[in-house]
């Protein structure tokens, strides 16, 4: 637990710094919990420096391969002393630097959020919980950055920032996963045992490159660079951290980590090796053109990471070695650096090299601080930097895979060393020396001397490290390289003097060279001023963002100009495209092998009729009457075919839901103008007919397809089950109410809903239908038609017996609740057609919303029923009762749900209907004074 | 008879389309109508055309038609009306609000 217990702290005490108001216990707070930590590492370290691995592992998702487990190797080891160590340096260092405007509660709180997410990368075995925290990184880096929220660079270089390391952390995720496909394990224990396996699969490549695009974009290897730069935007405690020691270390972490699984390939080496050495070049060539002192560190980073990665595409276990070496050499005098950059910034108010000199004069120990983390950064004899930077001269000699261009690597690695001694001796002398600066914005003084205490620590490691390298230095990187290598850790003796060799050569030639370049700085300035128009990163990043959303607005408003009928043409379009594109690639034949059965006269008649009746209702749709008849016509002839092709309960569906709907369509004629104009082109027109065909094509094509193969149902199941199992002996009724009860529940539900949403939308809103009609003459002001209202009048009641013998019947013969309720409400309809709104509803006084709403409850009722006596929701039983005359009688509890069925149908159809009736606003009047006056009537009689 | 019935759900079908690629509200809800029809019986006939066979099950009885897409098809004619009534009273909602019965709600055909 203890183990688990160093990355989580930090992320679950992460809140507690913001609890205070006070800024010393802010910073208290945060420092007490990194320090926990630290000693936690702390107790791990014997077993660790005794070559053990100490690993704690917990079952999370073991489906998915995710466990909760963590291990402490060497390299993670030394990896999480970095976090910690320069960790509680940035606290002590942040306590003095925030100002008093800033929220230092939560800048401590987003610190101990990255703080743990990093030491979770670091300490993870299991890749997929690696991952995990390797976004909570970006995230947290992301709050970071953009910490000074007000500022427009913070948030774009946050922004920035996200988008490239969140982008690259997608592409690892689907490597990570590759990977642990691959090797049957997310594991690192055993993924680090799997090289032969790896390497053999064919997907090797695809696995390496997509990891490789997360750890160069964290790292900020070419072409990502552009982000680190801009994240200089972050308060200076946060670059010294993240943007320095930690976090776009995370990349070259994973490299180094993975090193043993995934190098030892040329592809390996054809890509690291050379993304390395550019981004070393490139990298150190900005960083000598930088003004902003924070810039030229940044830049300064991204050269150190490529040496970094360079070192690890070259592959050989003393690269590796040197590689560790130099990661903990650049963390402790680049974390430094960036602490000075940050009092620079602080004392004088600006960070402009232009703008800085002679600062010596007021800041003699920050100077001479500064002079020793530059020493270092360049690779000066006595420091830290020296020893590895030899180190990774000497590795550039080794033969290396690009043949005869091998020189290009320790050339290119010198000419770098060139420029960091140039952009070195710059940061020094042009900040310390020269003549003193006039216009600062602020009298340059010393910091309180607890913000540059971090630094001074730092700066004595650097020169210790660089004085006694095999005591200090040697055992903790011995631990963390064997830990990568294993046995082929190199028995290696790091040391300030090795002869007179070629490496040796490449330092002198590059101290030399780099103060050359500085003198001659002023001609350099001009030549690279032209270079600065094509290489600007967040530029050509910015220009590539606003094109994408250009072209997306430029798309949207091309697809979507808030034209219905555009969007319809697209739609079906597209369907007809994605429908008919798997046709053209195949070879089988559209018709498939059945035999088509033969057409008997009366249907072959009845097709033929609906096929002009639809037509007809197109031709004639601008005499909007002619056109609902037509309509009407064809669905009639639906509910026919029902019948034919052996479906009774569809029909007498149909047919009641055509009265409804033709009812339904007539009410809204009466209020929508009677004709539609002419009004599109004849163009449009034909695009229109050509589109339709298409879709009436392709779906004709695609049923004879269907149609014409055997076919194999699931219908089986239900026919065998639904006497025994449902008690009703009609399959589809009882599939309704019982096998699919809860797809019938919630259609019900919406069909509620849909009753609902229709009363709001006309409820309280009226419109006057025109008293003329389309040839202008006025409408009949007779009374209803006597004959029609004496003859319903009566029909009522035999159509309510025939619609309770229809939902009777329904579980054992076509019938049920959904045809019963259709056609109850058809009569009741019936009786405000014949007789009028005025007279039909005061006697129809029960409110259908009571109605529809008892629907839906006796519907859940029954299924709930089921719950409580421990059956699954909605399981229905049966059982036989024995009526006197009517004899054996079954009752299912099924009924009681088709019952909430019917309810629902009538309610909500006749809720629709009559608030659509009542709805001019003509006749609105009519009712409400005639509904008073029976009123008042009654009352009188009382 | 095969080619026959997806005859004519290919006719409804291709006028529904039609109608509602028509600028006035009416004819989209005819249109509408129309597909739901087609889209019923396409899911219908997913079932297979079968004639005189019952979905009633008893003893003597060797052979059924499907009855699942009967069952399916039967929620949905009743929802495709929910449907129907729900754009007409849309449409005529909006014909109130804008004074003009084009899908667009503009006054003037500028589409």
């Not at chain 1, 590689?323 to 004392?347: C, P, R, S, Y």
């Not at chain 2, 009416?26 to 297979?48: D, E, H, I, Q």
Request: proline share 5%; aromatic share 10%.
């Amino acid at each position: 637990m203890n183990l688990a217990l160093i990355p989580l702290l930090p992320l679950l005490g992460a809140v507690i710094p913001s609890l205070f108001r006070s800024r010393n216990l802010n910073a208290l707070t945060a420092g007490a919990i990194a320090g926990i930590s630290m000693l936690l590492l702390l107790f791990q370290a014997p077993a660790v420096f005794n070559g053990e691995m100490p690993l704690a592992s917990w079952s999370w998702i073991p489906t998915i391969g995710l466990n909760f487990a963590f291990r402490v190797s060497g390299f993670g080891f030394m990896f999480a002393f970095l976090i910690l160590g320069i960790g509680l340096l940035i606290v002590i260092y942040a306590r003095f630097y925030i100002s008093a405007d800033d929220p230092m509660g939560r800048f401590y709180t987003y610190l101990l959020l990255f703080m743990g997410s990093m030491l979770g990368i670091v300490l993870s075995e299991n890749i997929i919980l690696l991952m995990m925290f390797w976004e909570l990184t970006s995230i947290s880096s992301f709050l970071l950055i953009g910490f000074w929220s007000y500022r427009t660079d913070a948030r774009e270089g946050a922004r920035q920032a996200l988008v490239i390391t969140g982008g690259g952390g997608l592409a690892m995720i689907a490597g990570f996963l590759l990977l642990g496909n691959i090797v049957g394990s997310f594991e690192l224990t055993t993924i680090l045992a799997s090289k032969e396996i790896l390497h053999a699969h064919h997907l090797y490549p695809v696995t390496l490159i997509l990891i490789l695009l997360g750890a160069f974009t964290k790292s900020a290897q070419f072409p990502f660079q552009f982000w680190l730069p801009h994240a200089m935007a972050a308060p200076t405690p946060v670059s010294a951290y993240l943007h320095s020691a930690t976090m776009v270390k995370a990349g070259v972490f994973l490299l180094a980590l993975l090193f043993p699984v995934l190098s030892g390939s040329s592809l390996w080496f054809y890509i690291v090796t050379p993304v390395g050495l550019i981004t070393l070049m490139f990298a150190a060539y900005m960083a000598m053109f930088k003004d902003d002192l924070k810039g030229l560190l940044a830049y300064s980073t991204v050269s150190h990471l490529g040496l970094i990665t360079l070192l690890l595409g070259l592959g050989s276990p003393l690269a590796a070695f040197t590689a560790v070496f130099h990661i903990l050499n650049h963390a402790a005098f680049k974390a430094g650096l960036f602490m000075l950059a940050g009092i620079i910034d602080h004392e004088t108010g600006t960070r402009d090299m232009k703008r800085l000199s002679g600062l010596w004069k007021y800041m003699p120990i920050t100077g001479t601080l500064t002079m020793l983390g530059c020493a270092a950064m360049a690779g000066v004899p006595l420091f830290n930097g020296f020893l590895s930077k030899e180190m990774f001269l000497a590795e550039t000699l080794e033969p290396n895979l690009f043949g005869a261009f091998s020189w290009i690597v320790p050339v290119g690695a010198t000419l770098a060393a060139v420029f960091a001694v140039a952009y070195s001796i710059r940061m020094v002398h042009d900040v310390f020396f020269k003549e003193p600066a006039t216009d600062l914005p602020k009298k340059p003084h010393e910091p309180p001397h607890g913000m540059r205490l971090p630094a001074e620590i730092l700066m004595t490691i650097c020169l210790l490290v660089g004085l006694f390298p095999m005591t200090l230095a040697a055992p903790m990187v011995n631990v963390a390289a064997g830990s990568i290598l294993g046995a082929a850790t190199p028995d290696y003796h790091i040391a300030i003097w090795h002869g007179l060799n070629m490496a040796l050569a490449m330092s002198v030639i590059a101290l030399a060279g780099g103060a050359m370049f500085y003198l001659q700085r002023l001609r350099l300035f001009d030549s690279h001023r032209w270079c600065m128009r094509y290489c600007d990163g967040k530029a050509n990043f910015e220009a590539f963002i606003s094109g994408v959303v250009q072209g997306g607005r430029k798309l949207t408003g091309l697809m979507e100009n808030g034209s219905l009928q555009r969007y319809i043409a697209l739609l079906v379009g597209a369907v007809v495209v994605l429908g008919a594109s798997p046709f053209f690639g195949s070879s089988a034949p559209l018709i498939g092998p059945l035999a088509m059965s033969s057409v008997d006269p009366v249907t072959l008649v009845m097709g033929l009729v609906l096929i002009v009746c639809a037509v007809a209702t197109v031709v004639h749709h601008r005499n909007r009457i002619l056109a609902i008849i037509m309509l009407g016509t064809v669905g009639l002839i639906v509910s026919l075919s029902f019948i034919r092709f052996s479906a009774p309960d569809l029909a007498l569906t149909q047919i009641s839901v055509e009265v409804v709907t033709i009812i339904l369509l007539m009410m809204a004629l009466h209020l929508l103008p009677r004709t539609t104009p002419v009004e599109s082109s004849s163009a449009r027109r034909w695009r229109d007919i050509l589109l339709s065909v298409a879709a009436g094509g392709g779906c004709t094509a695609l049923m004879m397809a269907v149609l014409t193969r055997p076919y194999d149902t699931i219908a089986g199941y239900f026919l065998e089950n639904s006497k025994p199992g449902g008690g009703g002996t009609n399959v589809v009724n009882v599939i309704l109410v019982d096998f699919r009860g809860f797809d019938t529940l919630g259609e019900i539900t919406v069909l509620v809903i849909a009753g609902l949403v229709i009363y709001a939308m006309l409820h309280n809103f009226e419109l006057t239908a025109p008293k003329i009609d389309a040839l202008g003459r006025p409408w009949v002001q007779d009374r209803f038609p006597m004959i029609l209202a004496q003859i319903t009048r009566p029909l009522m009641p035999l159509a309510l017996l025939f619609a309770a013998y229809i939902f009777l019947r329904g579980h054992n013969e076509p019938g049920g609740g959904f045809i019963a309720g259709l056609i109850v409400a058809s009569v009741l309809i019936l009786q405000y057609i014949s007789s009028g709104i005025v007279w039909t509803r005061p006697r129809l006084t029960v409110d259908n919303h009571i109605i529809m709403a008892w629907g839906l409850v006796i519907a859940v009722a029954t299924g709930v029923g089921s719950w409580m006596v421990g059956y699954p929701f909605l399981t229905s039983s049966f059982t036989y009762l024995k009526w006197p005359l009517v004899g054996k009688f079954e009752v299912a509890s099924a009924i009681a749900f088709d019952l909430g069925v019917f309810l629902a149908v009538v309610g909500s159809v006749m809720l629709v209907l009559v608030k659509l009736g009542s709805m001019n606003s003509a006749d609105a009047e009519i009712v409400s004074t005639s509904v008073q006056n029976e009123k008042d009537e009654q009352e009188g009689a009382h | 008879m095969e080619l026959l019935f997806t005859s004519c759900l290919g006719v409804m079908i291709a006028c529904g389309v039609y109608l509602m690629l028509r600028a006035r509200t009416f004819p989209f809800v005819l249109g509408l109508t129309l597909l739901g029809y087609a889209v019923n019986m396409f899911l219908f006939v997913s079932g297979r055309l079968k004639t005189n066979l019952p979905a009633v099950v008893s003893p003597e009885q060797l052979q059924y038609t499907d009855p699942l897409p009967q069952a399916l098809v039967l929620t949905a004619i009743v929802i495709g009306f929910a449907m129907v009534a729900f754009v007409v009273v849309l449409a005529l909602r909006a014909s109130g609000e804008l004074g003009t019965d084009h899908v667009d709600g503009h006054k003037e055909n500028n589409s």
